[in-house]
């Protein structure tokens, strides 16, 4: 393994007056030490992860970092300005300039020395003599761990990656073995003479996976030793992770989750009292952190199933599951499966939009025009039209693979990518639509998880996620969808899609019901996911049915909001003053197709407020498919309306619905006699006084 750091690497006199000079000349470093192989693409891609989120620590430190193919060896250059350069940090410049360079498939031993270093900034002794060295081969020394610390000892930081505290390479032949006995013997008189500690179980995690994660694990545990707290921290960076012990879950007093990505399998944390924050909180404030879990432990304060439920459920870090695990599995897949959704989305919202653009501007027969990379007219109204619908139908082309990658990626991370996109691709080869990128994606997913499962040797750990992964995965899925499966989903699909086009009278208005309660019920939840997903996936191969049951969807999911701000509006005195303002932006939200508007009304009064406006959506949903309606955009709420199949029809069933959920709303709440003139209104905090009906 090469070394991290050399002497060519720091620069004691970083002139640089701005982050991005000053990452090109640490970069140039690189660059001159063959670490780096395109200058430019590399700070493409440093400067991409710093607009995730900005790189600078309290402290003075900035430490722009990325994982990127430009990346031959991992690498870190050192820079130390006299000025201070701005990163960021809340409490001004940064002195000391850390660039982490690490390649697109940098194995698990580079990451555990990436990952220690960043631990080890958040040692002031540490710091203090990067900013006392004068000598560049001293400096790099000192980073790469070869000068024993000056402190007697450093105690081990339990993490669920169980790694080192420090670079990962300790030099001093007897030096882990001394600290976990002497750490084994503090904890053991600890025990013996004091009181059970107070427990917190932490989960920390940041977009690349490099520095931020585990200098947030490194400060939580710091400040939990200061403030005499057990703290176990798991650590979910770019080599996957190590799940906590379940014991140890299960004896937390509090659980911190201190991450800017989605923390995976969150249900083992639920029915304890939850921080949950960025992960530069868990660096820069770990004390009020642990301070907060204590009081919430203390009020009773527990996670909910809402809170902890909606697991990313990438596995664990190898990709495995554990038996505990399967016990969720209704959850986790439907997860994958919005995790595809959510990215096939913005496809489906772009391309639905330019087409139904363009056939307002040249009608259907536009769809049948010839290419206009070899007739376009620029004065031709007609080619316009037609410019936005094959761009439309370019950007629709995508949804399958799209849909089909991101399910794979949502089980088992970035190795499953290409061949959930190849699953999907094939699924159009095949004319497997929609229902094919769904299995696509699950048989990726799958696979992928299964090879993780297989030991291998250290050397091939590099190219397994860039090459062995995808390559296997690729030609498995490939097969399944040519051979086994794709022909019986294009089948089932056809059905979908006969049953759909046919819906007429009575079934087509018993569908709108269904979807239009499916849409209210949780107003953002499972339930309004599901139908949802349903009416989008029908438009990756929209039909005059399909098309029916997006409008229907959207036009219900506009019904509880819109009927909130009615209610505040003509019975002010029925609701809080706090509920009287959120009514005013219910309006909006409303209008926007934000069903979660309606959500703080049905918090403060569920039965009174859900099963009213799920008769209005039902309504809704209802005269949207016997009057005809079609919509091609899965989103915009009224500012599509233009877009719409029969729009004054469809806003006379938005309207007729949210009468219907008003009405109800306001005889319910009115029966119970507890306006809050009576009953007490809102507080300085928005609470209230209420009487049962």
């Known amino acids: 393994m ?16 701005t982050k991005d000079a000053a990452a090109r000349s640490l970069a140039e470093r690189m660059v001159a030490a063959h670490r780096v192989t395109d200058l430019d693409g590399f700070l493409a891609d440093v400067a991409a992860r710093e607009a995730q989120m900005p790189t600078g620590l309290d402290g003075g430190i900035g430490i722009p970092h990325c994982r990127s193919e430009h990346v031959n060896a991992p690498t870190l250059a050192f820079g130390r300005s006299g000025a201070g350069i701005d990163f960021g940090a809340a409490d001004g410049p940064a002195d000391l300039i850390f660039l982490i360079a690490a390649p697109a ?16 900034l958040m040692d002031p002794e540490f710091t203090a003599a990067l900013r006392a060295g004068t000598d560049p081969r001293a400096v790099a020394a000192l980073i790469r761990g070869e000068e024993p610390p000056e402190e007697p000892e450093q105690v081990q930081v339990e993490t669920g990656k169980q790694e080192q505290v420090g670079t990962g390479e300790e ?17 053991e008189a600890t025990e013996a003479t004091e009181s059970v500690p107070f427990r917190i179980v932490a989960v920390t995690s940041c977009p690349t996976g490099i520095a931020h994660t585990y200098m947030a694990a490194e400060s939580l545990a710091a400040a939990g030793r200061a403030a005499g707290v057990e703290v176990t921290v798991e650590t979910q960076g770019s080599g996957g992770f190590k799940k906590l012990d379940p014991a140890v879950v299960a004896a937390a007093d509090a659980v911190i989750w201190a991450h800017d990505v989605e923390v995976r399998e969150k249900a083992r944390f639920r029915g304890k009292p ?20 204590r009081r919430k432990a203390e009020r009773g304060e527990i996670a909910t199933a809402t809170d902890t439920d909606k697991a990313s459920g990438s596995g664990d870090g190898d ?11 209704g ?17 489906v919202a772009a391309g639905g939009l330019l087409i139904a653009l363009s056939f307002a501007i040249g009608g259907y027969e536009i769809a049948s025009a010839k290419s206009v990379a070899d007739h376009f007219v620029w004065g031709e109204a007609d080619s316009w039209a037609a410019l936005l619908n094959q761009i439309g139908s370019a950007a629709f082309g995508f949804l399958v693979p799209v849909l089909a990658g991101y399910i794979a990626y949502g089980m088992a991370d970035r190795p ?19 229902l094919g990128g769904l299995v696509a994606g699950l048989l990726a997913g799958a696979v992928v998880m299964a090879v993780q499962r297989v030991p291998v040797h250290a050397t091939l750990r590099g190219i397994m996620p860039v090459l062995v992964i995808p390559l296997i995965a690729s030609a498995v899925v490939g097969f399944l969808m040519f051979i086994v499966v794709g022909k019986p989903i294009a089948s089932l699909q056809n059905a979908l899609t ?17 979807l239009g309660l499916m849409m209210c019920f949780d107003m953002g939840g499972p339930l309004n996911k599901v139908a949802y997903a349903f009416a989008v996936g029908g438009l990756a191969d929209p039909t005059p049915g399909s098309l029916k049951v997006m409008a229907a969807v959207m036009a219900a999911g506009m019904v509880p909001p819109l009927a909130m701000a009615l209610a505040t509006t003509v019975r002010r005195r029925l609701f809080t003053k706090t509920e009287r303002e959120n009514g005013r932006a219910a309006w909006v939200l409303g209008a926007s197709f934000i069903t979660e508007g309606a959500i703080p009304f049905a918090a403060a009064d569920p039965l009174r407020v859900i099963p009213s406006v799920m008769a209005g959506g039902a309504v809704t949903g209802a005269l949207s498919m016997a009057f005809g309606a079609t919509l091609r955009a899965p989103h915009g709420g009224v500012f599509v309306v233009p877009l719409i199949g029969e729009p004054f029809l469809y806003l006379l069933a938005i309207a007729a619905g949210t009468l219907v959920a008003t009405a109800l709303v306001v005889l319910l709440k009115g029966a119970r006699r507890t306006a809050p003139e009576a009953a007490g209104d809102a507080g300085a905090d928005g609470s209230r006084v209420t009487v049962a009906a």
């Open 2 to 17: 090469s070394e991290l750091i050399t002497a060519e690497l720091v620069d004691l006199d970083l002139s640089a007056t």
């Open 105 to 120: 498939g940098a194995d698990d031993d580079h990451l555990t020395i990436l990952s220690g270093l960043a631990r080890r």
């Open 171 to 187: 030099t001093a032949g007897g030096t882990e073995a001394t600290e976990a006995t002497e750490a084994t013997e503090a904890t």
């Open 274 to 293: 939850l921080v949950d924050v960025g992960v530069k909180a868990g660096i820069n404030r770990p004390a009020e952190l642990i301070a907060e879990a």
């Open 319 to 329: 990709g495995s599951g554990s038996g505990a695990d399967h016990a969720h599995f």
């Open 331 to 347: 959850i986790r897949l439907r997860t994958y499966l919005m995790s595809g959704v959510s990215y096939m989305v913005p496809f």
């Open 416 to 434: 499953a990518l290409v061949p959930g996109f190849v699953g999907g691709a094939i699924a159009l080869t095949v004319n497997a639509g929609f």
């Open 498 to 514: 006969d049953w759909l086009n046919g819906l007429s009278g009575s079934n087509a208005v018993i569908l709108g019901v269904v």
